[in-house]
């Protein structure tokens, strides 16, 4: 019916983890004319292509609008909710009785939001008993949550985007913010303009970033550490460290430093190993000493690796080292690439999460349990997402539910993925798209699920702001809103009373309840403020940082203000890193490294964003970037069709010379997919070996070779 004349409507962007907030204007007619909210603190009125493109989108062309079942010729045939819901109940419980909890699993989706995300993991970890819980935020910034864990004690961002406004030198490593965070990047640009921060760009290939920096360090691809280790030694010898904070506030560090003084000797052992001049990395290492106010962003060229959480670690040491956290314009600050990343964790989205922040020590399992009055809760990790699929492979998981995400194309060796799934059991897949790679790999049920402008709720943002997300567009068809799913599912498995929830304000209610239970004010993430929120209030939420402990008043933006951090003594951690290590080393026959990553004008597997015309037409159709030396012994031109193959799989694409793009290495974008182009999916070219303490497999490296087709 529309909302003619209906006042613009303020929501939020469903794409990166800057978390912009849009007025939609709905037109009566199934689109909504875009445009940024001016009031919300993360991009005051900005908005970056993708964003602005986001009527665009609307249609529902593509759209699934009723659910669907396998019928026993193996054909999907519309079914009614009822029939789909009774089918998964039924299933479920039949599946956990001959082959025990964790035969089940649940693969959600930095897309979904916080209610959608609490519901799943309270069904599963609480009620079905099965921490088999994770999501495709693995894939983005799992070793951001490791890393904080290990040097805070808690997974806590410390800063927040005015820091960025504030601070005189800005450090991004691993991150094409230009491209994938470009509202966060104008900011920075905006303080390079107004008070001349200095920025420093650490990355294996010359982007639209790099391109702007003051110094642009071409790193070695998996040396990170190696930088961050030889800034240590290089501020312990030149009387740059506080010592002061490191004595009153921190733990380790002399480990810390002789581990960085084995893996960076010199300045000119850790500029060889890094690939840079001796000249770069001391005007960067000067640079960093002098500066008090550094912010050091980093992003998926640091978490998406082997090596991801040592890398998070060497950052934060030097962090810690210049006391430079916690402060204004000061601090490590992780740029989280999806959504609501942050509200998945927040809730217990991942794996090796309980709920609320809270891991699986017996005082949080009793803790949980008395909370959630669950009759079975999980009582040890589920397996991460990597794990999850070979489990699946191997025949150990038989049902898996997945959320709005298309591990077909977007998990490394995406073709084995692609034949784990189709040899379940039971998959059920919840998504607002017909058709998808994941979609094409047999599902035994389809649920249509509410897309951006039809649902509602909440998603938290890079800096903490949790943000709502409201409809404006009614539900077309028969779509619902996952958390309904699976609530209506976990009602048909008798647990009525917890699962009594009427909408998403009840759920959002009880997770802040959650996080404030018995234990409130000892850890980070505390909503407390917020456990009273009835549904008018939960409609008007404004944008809301936490922690929270008190309605209505402000809390204290940054972290660690005090030097106090959530270990056992209170101290942070400085972190040994191990040696930067080769996972998959280059062959005679695979002598180039794959890097892969995102393109400025699409977003995941292109279902959503690739229905612009306009974002469409930046880039057309999938492509490698290769040095053109690199090209030319190969007998590739620019525009040649190359095949990029490796030991897992291949991909043909589209070769573009590229003078950013380092000898030796090549760079595919993640976009493409069967489903959407016929071509491009390059997840089954990726080996993806997984960071022993995160789980999240690297995308960033590994050996293929190119020829011409
Ligand atoms: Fe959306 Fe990110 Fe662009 Fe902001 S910067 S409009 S959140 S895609």
């Given at each position: 019916?529309?909302?003619?004349?209906?006042?613009?409507?303020?929501?939020?962007?469903?794409?990166?983890?800057?978390?912009?907030?849009?007025?939609?204007?709905?037109?009566?007619?199934?689109?909504?004319?875009?445009?940024?909210?001016?009031?919300?603190?993360?991009?005051?009125?900005?908005?970056?292509?993708?964003?602005?493109?986001?009527?665009?989108?609307?249609g529902l062309e593509t759209r699934l609008l009723h659910?669907l079942?396998r019928?026993?010729?193996?054909v999907l045939?519309?079914?009614?909710?009822?029939?789909?819901?009774?089918?998964?109940?039924?299933?479920?419980?039949?599946?956990?009785?001959?082959?025990?909890?964790?035969?089940?699993?649940?693969?959600?989706?930095?897309?979904?939001?916080?209610?959608?995300?609490?519901?799943?993991?309270?069904?599963?970890?609480?009620?079905?008993?099965?921490?088999?819980?994770?999501?495709?935020?693995?894939?983005?910034?799992?070793?951001?949550?490791?890393?904080?864990?290990?040097?805070?004690?808690?997974?806590?961002?410390?800063?927040?985007?005015?820091?960025?406004?504030?601070?005189?030198?800005?450090?991004?490593?691993?991150?094409?913010?230009?491209?994938?965070?470009?509202?966060?990047?104008?900011?920075?640009?905006?303080?390079?303009?107004?008070?001349?921060?200095?920025?420093?760009?650490?990355?294996?290939?010359?982007?639209?970033?790099?391109?702007?920096?003051?110094?642009?360090?071409?790193?070695?691809?998996?040396?990170?550490?190696?930088?961050?280790?030889?800034?240590?030694?290089?501020?312990?010898?030149?009387?740059?460290?506080?010592?002061?904070?490191?004595?009153?506030?921190?733990?380790?560090?002399?480990?810390?430093?002789?581990?960085?003084?084995?893996?960076?000797?010199?300045?000119?052992?850790?500029?060889?190993?890094?690939?840079?001049?001796?000249?770069?990395?001391?005007?960067?290492?000067?640079?960093?000493?002098?500066?008090?106010?550094?912010?050091?962003?980093?992003?998926?060229?640091?978490?998406?690796?082997?090596?991801?959480?040592?890398?998070?670690?060497?950052?934060?040491?030097?962090?810690?080292?210049?006391?430079?956290?916690?402060?204004?314009?000061?601090?490590?600050?992780?740029?989280?690439?999806?959504?609501?990343?942050?509200?998945?964790?927040?809730?217990?989205?991942?794996?090796?999460?309980?709920?609320?922040?809270?891991?699986?020590?017996?005082?949080?399992?009793?803790?949980?349990?008395?909370?959630?009055?669950?009759?079975?809760?999980?009582?040890?990790?589920?397996?991460?997402?990597?794990?999850?699929?070979?489990?699946?492979?191997?025949?150990?998981?038989?049902?898996?539910?997945v959320?709005g995400t298309n591990?077909a194309v977007?998990?490394?060796?995406?073709?084995?993925?692609r034949?784990?799934l189709?040899?379940?059991?039971?998959?059920?897949i919840s998504d607002n798209v017909a058709a998808n790679d994941t979609i094409g790999c047999n599902p035994?049920?389809l649920l249509p699920a509410?897309a951006?402008?039809?649902?509602?709720?909440?998603?938290?943002?890079?800096?903490?702001?949790?943000?709502?997300?409201?409809?404006?567009?009614?539900?077309?068809?028969?779509?619902?809103?996952?958390?309904?799913?699976?609530?209506?599912?976990?009602?048909?498995?008798?647990?009525?009373?917890?699962?009594?929830?009427?909408?998403?304000?009840?759920?959002?209610?009880?997770?802040?309840?959650?996080?404030?239970?018995?234990?409130?004010?000892?850890?980070?993430?505390?909503?407390?403020?917020?456990?009273?929120?009835?549904?008018?209030?939960?409609?008007?939420?404004?944008?809301?940082?936490?922690?929270?402990?008190?309605?209505?008043?402000?809390?204290?933006?940054?972290?660690?203000?005090?030097?106090?951090?959530?270990?056992?003594?209170?101290?942070?951690?400085?972190?040994?890193?191990?040696?930067?290590?080769?996972?998959?080393?280059?062959?005679?026959?695979?002598?180039?490294?794959?890097?892969?990553?995102?393109?400025?004008?699409?977003?995941h597997t292109m279902t959503r964003?690739g229905l612009?015309?306009?974002?469409?037409?930046?880039?057309?159709?999938?492509?490698?970037?290769?040095?053109?030396?690199?090209?030319?012994?190969?007998?590739?031109?620019?525009?040649?069709?190359?095949?990029?193959?490796?030991?897992?799989?291949?991909?043909?694409?589209?070769?573009?010379?590229?003078?950013?793009?380092?000898?030796?290495?090549?760079?595919?974008?993640?976009?493409w997919s069967e489903a959407t182009s016929s071509?491009?999916r390059?997840?089954?070219?990726?080996?993806?070996?997984?960071?022993?303490?995160?789980?999240?497999?690297?995308?960033?490296?590994?050996?293929?070779?190119?020829?011409?087709?």
């Open positions: 019916a529309g909302l003619i004349g209906h006042p613009p409507v303020r929501t939020t962007c469903p794409y990166c983890g800057v978390g912009c907030g849009v007025l939609a204007t709905p037109d009566g007619q199934g689109g909504a004319a875009i445009a940024g909210d001016p009031e919300h603190p993360a991009n005051f009125g900005r908005l970056c292509s993708k964003g602005a493109a986001l009527g665009e989108t609307l659910p079942a019928n026993d010729n193996g045939e519309r079914v009614g909710w009822d029939t789909a819901l009774d089918r998964i109940a039924r299933t479920l419980a039949a599946t956990i009785d001959r082959h025990g909890p964790e035969s089940v699993a649940f693969y959600l989706s930095g897309q979904l939001l916080t209610e959608d995300y609490y519901a799943a993991n309270k069904l599963a970890k609480g009620f079905l008993g099965t921490a088999n819980v994770d999501t495709n935020s693995r894939l983005c910034m799992a070793s951001s949550v490791a890393g904080h864990k290990r040097a805070f004690g808690s997974d806590t961002v410390p800063g927040v985007y005015e820091d960025l406004d504030e601070a005189d030198l800005v450090v991004l490593v691993g991150s094409n913010a230009a491209w994938c965070h470009p509202v966060l990047f104008r900011r920075i640009e905006a303080a390079r303009a107004r008070r001349g921060t200095r920025l420093v760009v650490i990355d294996p290939r010359r982007t639209a970033t790099g391109d702007e920096a003051d110094l642009f360090l071409p790193v070695n691809a998996g040396k990170d550490t190696i930088i961050f280790s030889g800034l240590l030694v290089w501020l312990a010898e030149n009387g740059a460290l506080d010592e002061a904070y490191i004595a009153r506030h921190t733990s380790g560090f002399d480990v810390a430093l002789a581990t960085a003084r084995q893996l960076a000797p010199s300045l000119a052992s850790a500029a060889a190993q890094a690939g840079v001049s001796v000249e770069a990395l001391t005007a960067f290492y000067r640079l960093f000493a002098q500066t008090p106010r550094v912010v050091t962003c980093y992003s998926q060229g640091v978490n998406q690796s082997a090596q991801g959480t040592d890398k998070v670690g060497a950052i934060i040491n030097c962090h810690l080292a210049t006391g430079r956290i916690g402060r204004v314009g000061s601090g490590p600050f992780s740029l989280t690439g999806q959504p609501n990343a942050m509200g998945g964790r927040e809730v217990g989205g991942l794996a090796n999460q309980l709920a609320a922040h809270m891991d699986f020590s017996p005082a949080n399992i009793d803790r949980v349990r008395r909370f959630w009055q669950a009759p079975r809760l999980a009582e040890r990790e589920g397996l991460k997402a990597v794990e999850m699929f070979d489990a699946i492979a191997g025949g150990r998981i038989k049902a898996l539910w959320m591990p977007s998990l490394p060796k995406a073709d084995r993925v034949e784990a189709r040899q379940l059991d039971f998959l059920v035994h049920l509410l951006w402008g039809e649902k509602d709720g909440t998603v938290t943002n890079s800096e903490r702001c949790i943000s709502r997300q409201r409809a404006f567009l009614p539900p077309p068809g028969e779509a619902k809103a996952d958390w309904w799913a699976i609530t209506e599912v976990a009602r048909r498995l008798g647990h009525e009373a917890a699962f009594g929830w009427e909408g998403a304000a009840d759920i959002f209610r009880e997770h802040a309840a959650l996080s404030a239970f018995e234990n409130a004010g000892t850890r980070d993430f505390d909503l407390t403020g917020l456990t009273d929120l009835d549904p008018p209030s939960y409609d008007t939420l404004p944008p809301t940082q936490w922690p929270r402990p008190d309605r209505g008043a402000e809390a204290a933006t940054r972290f660690f203000a005090e030097g106090r951090f959530y270990t056992p003594d209170g101290r942070a951690r400085f972190i040994a890193p191990e040696p930067p290590q080769v996972h998959e080393a280059c062959s005679k026959s695979h002598n180039l490294l794959l890097n892969t990553g995102r393109i400025r004008d699409q977003w964003s612009s015309p306009r974002l469409g037409a930046h880039l057309p159709v999938p492509f490698a970037e290769l040095n053109a030396d690199d090209a030319a012994g190969l007998g590739i031109l620019d525009g040649s069709l190359v095949r990029v193959e490796s030991v897992h799989g291949s991909v043909v694409v589209e070769a573009r010379l590229c003078p950013g793009q380092r000898p030796g290495t090549v760079f595919v974008p993640i976009h071509a491009g390059v997840g089954g070219v990726i080996a993806g070996t997984a960071d022993p303490y995160s789980g999240q497999p690297e995308l960033k490296a590994t050996p293929v070779a190119i020829e011409r087709v």
